[in-house]
Nanobody, 123 residues
Framework: VQLVESGGGLVQAGGSLRLSCAAS?????MGWFRQAPGKERECVAA????????RYADSVAGRFTISRLNAKNILYLQMNSLKPEDTAVYYC????????????????????WGQGTQVTTSS
């Protein structure tokens, strides 16, 4: 199973980016995590298998939107009003082996991870 992220880059504060994650197979819950230097990996958003249920970290709620296109096994993260503190490597993750149908924010629930894409927000 492969997960390939794209869409990261350098953006000024207040700008927007859209991350994409192309998966080689279908999956249950999917999520976006991020890790900044010297910090632990955190879940910023997760989405259920059906796409009808989502969860967000308090720090991104109202600014980020997670979505998925199951017909093409693609996961998205629309990021608006970006802040310097959003700077991190962003990873997508997929639950494949266990039927975790609701959005999970626990990294232990995910079986596969992408290689990460850098997002840098300048002030």
């Amino acid at each position: 199973v492969q997960l390939v992220e794209s869409g990261g880059g350098l953006v000024q504060a207040g700008g927007s980016l859209r991350l994409s994650c192309a998966a080689s197979t279908s999956s249950y819950s999917m999520g976006w995590f991020r890790q900044a230097p010297g910090k632990e990996r955190e879940c910023v958003a997760a989405i259920s298998w059906s796409g009808t249920s989502t969860r967000y970290a308090d720090s991104v709620a109202g600014r980020f939107t997670i979505s998925r296109l199951n017909a093409k096994n693609i996961l998205y993260l629309q990021m608006n009003s970006l802040k310097p503190e959003d700077t991190a490597v962003y990873y997508c993750a997929a639950a494949v082996f266990r039927a975790i149908v609701e959005p999970s924010t626990s990294p232990d629930d995910y079986d596969y991870w992408g290689q990460g894409t850098q997002v840098t927000t300048s002030s």
